[in-house]
């Protein structure tokens, strides 16, 4: 499957945003799906996942309650609503492809087969 993000940008601290990553093929509805984000200088890190069904997600604990990740399988795509943004969520957002399945880990990058090319989002104070 290819993965293109989309949404990043420049915007205030307070602010909201909405990411979208659009994938190719008609299997986008078998693969749990993830957020991750690398700031400059720093390792990449997870951000936000969800399977196939868009019943179980899961979140990193400095999203959690300001971020939501939604599918829509009918449209191939995945959306991360990112709501009160802060300067430390400055960074290259990336999505990301994993086969389902009982073994998936929602925070490991190495399960995850498939990535998009990233989307900017800067967040200024």
């Known amino acids: 499957v290819q993965l293109q993000a989309s949404g990043g940008g420049l915007v205030q601290a307070g602010d909201s945003l909405r990411l979208s990553c659009a994938g190719s093929?008609?299997?986008?509805?078998?693969?749990?799906m993830g957020w991750f984000r690398q700031a400059p200088g720093k390792e990449r890190e997870f951000v936000a996942a969800?399977?196939?069904?868009?019943?179980?997600?899961r979140y990193a604990d400095s999203v959690k309650g300001r971020f939501t990740i939604s599918r829509d399988n009918a449209k191939n795509t995945v959306y991360l609503q990112m709501n009160s943004l802060k300067p430390d969520d400055t960074a290259v957002y990336y999505c990301a492809a994993q086969a389902g399945g009982l073994n998936w880990d929602a925070q490991d990058t190495k399960k995850y087969a498939y990535w998009g090319q990233g989307t900017l989002v800067t967040v200024s104070a």
């Open positions: 093929g008609r299997t986008f509805s078998s693969y749990i």
């Open positions: 969800i399977t196939e069904s868009g019943r179980v997600t």
